[in-house]
């Protein structure tokens, strides 16, 4: 297991935020559907508002903009890498000790 220093976020805002993926995978069919039927132009207005108290509907934390990016080792929300899953932190500690494979020191 790799060694966590230093401060870790809230474990009640990381499972908050997994409960959110969870969601957003749940109703992604349905809610990009609706957004679809939304978008056409030859709907009237009364459809219009059906579909979109459909879409009130649903739970707000099943949005994907809702979702935050976080550190997969510590929690961290700020200075994550998309690519790596890690903050700037854990990534230039896991760098510099070989822990990350292909990932070297950059010197010139």
């Known amino acids: 297991m790799i060694e966590t220093r ?3 976020a809230k474990l009640s805002s990381i499972q908050k935020n997994l409960f959110r993926q969870e969601l957003v995978k749940k109703y992604r069919i349905k809610r990009s559907s609706l957004k679809k039927k939304l ?8 459809e219009r508002l059906i579909l979109q108290s459909k879409l009130n509907e649903l ?3 099943s949005s994907h903009i809702r979702v935050r990016n976080r550190c997969i080792l510590t929690g961290r929300t700020r ?3 998309r690519k790596f899953g890690l ?5 230039r500690e896991l760098s510099l000790s070989g822990s990350l494979p292909g990932v070297i020191k ?3």
């Open 79 to 81: 200075g994550t890498y």
């Open 6 to 8: 230093g401060k870790m």
């Open 87 to 91: 903050s700037r932190i854990k990534l």
């Open 39 to 46: 978008m056409k132009k030859d709907l009237s207005i009364e």
């Open 59 to 61: 739970p707000r934390n």
């Open 106 to 108: 950059s010197s010139w």
